[in-house]
């Protein structure tokens, strides 16, 4: 199989996959929708074994590499923007309150987990001070937000 | 950083595809070296210096 061919493939099974999966979660079929999601991804890295072509090579992580980075921190300003936003409006309705804490909770969650993918690719001892510090700093910042949202003040 | 790859395919008589599948890369890879828009690696650049029986710095021409 090409890669041209495999890239037709994948759009056409992608479009099946989300047809029936409306549906069907549609129709409260969590099981039946969990195993087209299922099936799909199976036939998916199947029909990605079949081709011979090379998919990824240096330059695609190089891009992809900055391209994530990039979606981190235009993701983390968009998060403080609502935060700050929500933050605002809450006195207008309570549901602001909790997204506002939502977002400034998954801007840490994200800077959380690129953090530990980044030691992980990068190498890095974990006894380094330098890290240790810094997911101090985020565990900090997380508890006080997972504490905000789930506990009520008295 | 410049190259003659563009030059060297010519002479030898291949495809960038065909390129592309003897240094195990993509062919939008191989575009890209050409016009000057993708720094390789060395691993990629010694692949390609390889391919064409030439050393890597009369492959590349590495500027200040």
Redesign the interface.
């Known amino acids: 199989m090409t890669f041209k061919q495999y890239k037709t493939v994948q759009i056409a099974v992608l479009i099946l996959i989300s047809i029936i999966f409306s549906q069907t979660f549609a129709a409260n079929s969590l099981a039946l929708s969990l195993g087209v999601l299922l099936a799909g991804s199976l036939l998916l890295l199947f029909l990605r074994k079949r081709v011979k072509?090379?998919?990824?090579?240096?330059?695609?992580y190089?891009i992809g590499g900055k391209a994530a980075l990039a979606a981190i921190q235009i993701f983390c300003w968009l998060a403080v923007i609502m935060m700050l936003a929500a933050n605002a409006m809450k006195h207008f309705n309570p549901i602001y309150g909790t997204v506002c804490n939502i977002m400034a909770f998954s801007a840490c969650l994200l800077m959380l987990i690129y953090s530990a993918s980044y030691q992980f690719f990068a190498k890095i001892s974990w006894k380094d001070p330098k890290l240790i510090i810094t997911l101090l700093l985020v565990l900090i910042f997380f508890s006080f937000f997972i504490l905000s949202v789930f506990v009520k003040p008295l | 950083m410049k190259n003659i790859i563009k030059e060297l395919r010519q002479k030898f008589g291949i495809t960038q595809e065909q390129l592309a599948q003897k240094v195990r890369v993509r062919r939008e890879t191989i575009v890209f070296l050409e016009q000057g828009k993708y720094n390789p690696s060395l691993k990629l650049a010694h692949d390609i210096a390889n391919y064409f029986n030439l050393a890597v710095e009369d492959v590349f021409i590495f500027g200040r």
Do not use: G, Y
């Open positions: 072509e090379v998919i990824l090579d240096e330059m695609s190089a």
